[in-house]
């Protein structure tokens, strides 16, 4: 490069160095390191390469950049737009060839390791750096003269046109690699897995030709209630389709200690409760393929995140020893497996990625969450809170952070509530109660009108008002609470103590009524004294794993709490602080991190070396046992009044509802509401 | 150390170092690095560090070594000799230490890397170290205050207490994990895979306690006619069973070519031929674990070696390729797979190895029998032959090796010849003419006593004489030619010329009675012109590729010639030569390797290094194909008279008859005579 040679400006990078006239941007990119994508290896195929040359003067970078900077538009280029289209101003990388100054922009869908923006201002946004990579390679033809093996020759071609070391392929590569190098005239797109540390990069796949499709992955948050998966472009990020089921596990016991005692009591029940997953698990990726109207055998790596038991049952482990003390889990460390070692219909070669697990208590589900909330790298101080049938906390910044599990059993997500049930069409989820007139009105699931609004009737015709979700037994009681119907240590006041009928006699103590639907044919719903006992252990046990991490860290004050889990989106702060679930904090400083598990879990897939980063994060995390620590008991003793604090409120925050993912995802899979608890 | 410290010297490696009072002599060994063997690390358990001290003068060492040398007979050892027995003057490594100053002899069964010596003096001897090894180990218990897997503390415990890196474990480890730990009261044996290049090192079992037994591997010939199979324990090196079985695609195609049809002419017939194979192999494998008592979920490891056409089937690829010009393997290197990739039924974690294939035409098998017989070692011009179906032909020596196949056809096992059968009893397999009375006299197989002896009639009641095996007929020709019944071109003269009514006209041309059983119902044993044809033409292919690499080699003589194969053992090489099969060389000079291929796969399987080994030579050794070689067509036509050149002979060499496998193994299996072509 002489100093006379033009001068080539990349942006966004900034990086710039000079060419001779005549060299391909494309090349020029690699040679700078500019992140310019291409599949083809710049045989004018597949577009990737697609750049922005800017014309004019450009003070910023001291260059004028004239009319005749590039090549002229070529005839590669001129088939490519008339076949497939080119955005105007666009040029192909590897045809359009420096001939003057020249700056030159990389669209974000030219970088490899382009960045997906999440939703959230405070998230960090994810680097793209998927598992498998699209690569067209030509190979050469077989010599007798020289005998050697097509794969050996396939090898050679990816390592010596891509630069890849010490290649390999996967055994079931080899069954179609013959026809398909012939089919192609010896031009292929190979799917490569990067590798890691202790696996060297892998040929998954092979297409004749040039193969002009995407490559996918799985984001599978495995909750003990329900299983969602999110399926991915690992080329753009993107989220192409969501689906859930319910974990068919569910028959052999509602939650997980039910589940720990079935495969106690009979022989054989853990592999039962193992198959049933994996069949689950299969009939939901069938289901996400098909929504995205893909096959699933182009799905080649999935991510997998879960509390420890659902963690050994999916891997075929008993989960015995997790029922007793220690907890002790069989394995606590990243797993990278075969899909198909668990079973898995997708891509023959496939493989899985299982985040780590932080203690007996606190699984991979909480490491996930950990990697999206990324509380370790926070300034101040953040109480992380997944809510299911337990309670993962998390509390620390870029000090430290400290872990544990509560036991809050189901009662949040509307169970052992006498009128409870799950989330979903006709439960009631919103609530307020008038402090004088102690009227309910109530919002349910499936409708935006309120109980007391025109057209409610109506609205809610075709699914009736079923029940109480979880959100909705938790705006319930803190409303209650705020009415005067409910006292501090959580007893439902008498007709006469309240001043309405709503309140009743109902055994030795007394029920407040919510609806009445019997007229139609409909349930009575209730709230009981016995439902207010249940919502005040499971807050208590929720509120006093949280007080113990503050005792631990030696605060009395947390910055900011985060709710994550699909329920946790659905809670509203200012009634969890009524009902004294979390500590105190300022209720703007408390935000919803929607599917925080899913998110990490999607973290994940896109970025491998999100992989390592949770890795070393966990080995950090200090895991604290509840069950063990004196203090959690007094807490939990100290927490179960119910405290209305928080009037009256300094600010009414509204409630949230951030839908499951926070990526701006196109597919609107991804912004779909999710309402079931995990 | 100090100047005053005993001095410990080991024998027979010679190592030598001082050390303080009271240091184990597994310590001191390990210390100088000397290979004392143990799976229990030092504590008295195992017996695998048994040492022999020698008292006395020691002038060469230097060292008086008085009767206190070692510390005294301790209880661990009492108890040990008590229980399991101890040979006289033998010490256990752990338990002795170091007083005085002390000579230490390691006997081979107490060293990692013993060497295992095989039977023929110019082969070299092999040097155990196999692919799996054991290892015991004391784990830690699970604490709640420090919460980790069960699997991490297994691997902590591997890592520091053999001094093992980056260990792994298989995923089906994980199912057994957490009962064995605790059933052995954390202590465990473990069964690692030793890794390599691109896989760590990996747990592929576990015991609870001490496992007082075994680890088994196979090495496995996969012939086109018949797969055998040898079970050798991984720590000594014995062949401890050996099984054959008919290879069941022989339904599909008696030889390569009419598979490789099969597969071209029927939708499915590579993966049907696949699936024989396959089942075949576990039903042999279920046959030889029987053989030796043992359960087939101890055999860790399996080598394979065969040709491109079997390798192909073998791992389920089509192998069309195979059966036209530019005949393009799908992949020529080594493949390390899991065994349960092909369907194997032996440990779920198993290992498998496939030695590489040299081209399109000279496969593992071939490379099998570079690595036993070491022609890129050898200081003289050896030619190695291997017959069979095709024959694999090598020429070379320390500069460089050239190697080809050539299509003899399967005249040579017997096929396409009007007598002709498998070697199996009652099958003639040795010959002599009289040159005068041109009568014959022969031996059948499952007898010693030859025609024209006392009791012949008695000892083939149970068979009778049924046909001429491969090294029968070969002898048979050629005793016809030394006899004058047939010419140098091949015609079989009429009884005028011969002298013998034996000769009788067939057709147009004449054929020779060898036996007449019709008056007992049996056949009529006959060598008809065309059978002398057929003999021809296989013997004028192999002598005609081995011209061919001399011709390459610019050589018109070879030092030495080396019969490999089950069939080469038992072909007569004076007869060979008189047949013009094998270029002119001193009789001397002709010997017979046994079954090479197998011996090959033995190699590999107890000795990982030698995969590295035969990898690197395979790609040194430089490949003809005969297909493409106008000098190889000159040589065939040229070829095809019987030259009777080496009469009289210089030596009457005997006919060589040694075993399959050539190793001072002391299981009967590996001594017993196959008798089949492969």
């Known amino acids: 490069m002489a100093d006379t040679d033009p001068l080539v400006i990349f ?38 390469c697609q750049v922005t040359p800017a014309y004019g003067e450009f003070p910023k970078h001291g260059v ?24 105007e101003g666009r040029r192909l990388g590897c045809q359009a060839k420096v001939a003057n100054d020249v700056v030159i922009d990389v669209p974000p869908e030219s970088q490899v390791h382009k960045q997906v923006v999440r939703k959230r201002a405070e998230a960090r946004d994810i680097v793209m750096s998927p598992s498998v990579r699209l690569y067209y390679v030509e190979v050469e033809e077989p010599d007798m003269h020289e005998p050697s093996g097509d794969l050996e020759r396939l090898i050679a071609a990816i390592e010596n046109q891509w630069e890849i070391k010490g290649v390999r392929s996967d055994f079931h590569v080899l069954k179609s690699l013959q026809p398909t190098l012939r089919k192609g005239a010896w031009k292929v797109t190979c799917a490569v897995h990067q590798g890691d540390e202790s696996n060297p990069p892998r040929i998954m796949h092979l297409w004749p030709g040039y193969y002009d499709g995407s490559l996918y992955g799985l984001a599978v948050d495995l909750g003990s209630t329900t299983i969602a998966a999110h399926l991915c472009d690992l080329g753009t990020g993107e989220v192409v389709a969501s689906s859930g089921i319910m974990n ?39 289901q996400v393929a098909l929504e995205a109207h893909i096959d699933k055998a182009l799905i080649v790596d999935a991510v997998f995140v879960m509390n420890p038991v659902m963690h050994h049952l999916f891997l075929g482990i008993d989960p015995f020893e997790l029922g007793q003390a220690p907890f002790a889990l069989a394995t606590a ?9 668990l079973g898995l219909e997708i891509h023959p070669a496939a493989r899985v990625y299982i985040l780590p697990c932080i ?22 101080l953040v109480l992380i809170v997944d809510v299911g049938t337990n309670a993962e906390i998390q509390l620390g910044n870029r000090a430290r952070v400290l872990a544990c599990s509560s036991p809050t059993g189901p009662a949040f997500e509307g169970a052992q509530i006498s009128s409870g049930q799950r989330a979903a069409p006709g439960a009631i989820e919103r609530v307020t109660i008038d402090p004088v007139t102690k ?7 499936g409708s935006d009108i309120w109980s007391d609004e025109a057209g409610f009737e109506e609205a809610i015709a075709s699914t009736g008002i079923t029940g109480i979700c979880g959100s909705g037994i938790i705006e319930m009681v803190a409303e209650m609470r705020i009415a005067g119907i409910v006292d501090g240590p959580g007893l439902i006041g008498s007709p006469d103590q309240t001043g309405t009928d709503r309140c009743f006699a109902d055994g030795r103590t007394h029920s407040y009524l919510v609806w009445d639907g019997s007229a139609e044919g409909g349930p009575k719903i209730t709230v009981t004294n016995r439902d207010i006992r249940e919502i005040q252990m499971a807050k208590a046990a929720l509120y006093s794993g949280a007080r113990l991490l503050m005792d631990k860290f030696g605060v009395d004050h947390v910055d900011r709490i985060v709710l994550a889990g699909a329920f946790g989106a659905h809670i509203s702060p200012k009634h969890a602080m009524v009902l004294g679930m979390i500590p105190d904090c300022n209720l703007t400083s408390v935000t919803s991190a929607g599917n925080a598990a899913g998110t990490g879990a999607r973290i994940a897939l896109l970025n491998t070396r999100a992989r390592g980063e949770i890795e070393a994060i966990v080995r950090e995390i200090h895991k604290i046992e509840t069950a063990i620590e004196p203090r959690f008991q007094e807490h939990f003793v100290n927490a179960s009044n119910i405290p209305n604090a928080v009037e009256p409120f300094p600010i009414l925050a509204s409630v949230v509802t951030l839908p499951d993912l926070d990526f701006n995802a196109s597919g609107d899979g991804g912004g779909r509401r999710r309402r079931r608890g995990r």
């Not at 005839?75 to 008339?82: D, H, I």
């Not at 009227?439 to 699931?445: A, G, L, N």
Request: hydrophobic share 40%; net charge negative.
């Open 248 to 286: 068919p596990q569910i028959r052999f016991g509602e939650d997980l200690m039910s589940r720990v005692s079935y495969s106690m009591m009979n022989a054989g029940g853990d592999a039962e409760m193992t198959q049933a997953v994996r069949d689950g698990m299969n009939a939901l990726f069938e």
């Open 359 to 380: 203690a007996g208590h606190v699984g991979a589900d909480a490491a996930a969450v950990a990697l999206s909330e990324a509380p370790n790298m926070s300034d101040d």
């Open 333 to 341: 460390n990243s797993l990278a497996l075969r899909a198909s070692d």
């Open 64 to 87: 004028t950049v004239a009319a005749d900077a590039l090549s002229e538009w070529n005839p590669v280029e001129e088939r490519y737009k008339s076949k497939r289209g080119l955005i």
């Open 439 to 445: 009227e309910p009105r109530f919002r349910v699931i």
């Open 11 to 48: 942006t966004p990078s900034g990086k710039r160095g000079r060419f001779e006239r005549g060299t391909p941007i494309l090349q020029a990119a690699r040679a700078l390191g500019v992140d310019l994508d291409s599949v083809c290896g710049g045989r004018g195929i597949c577009s990737k």
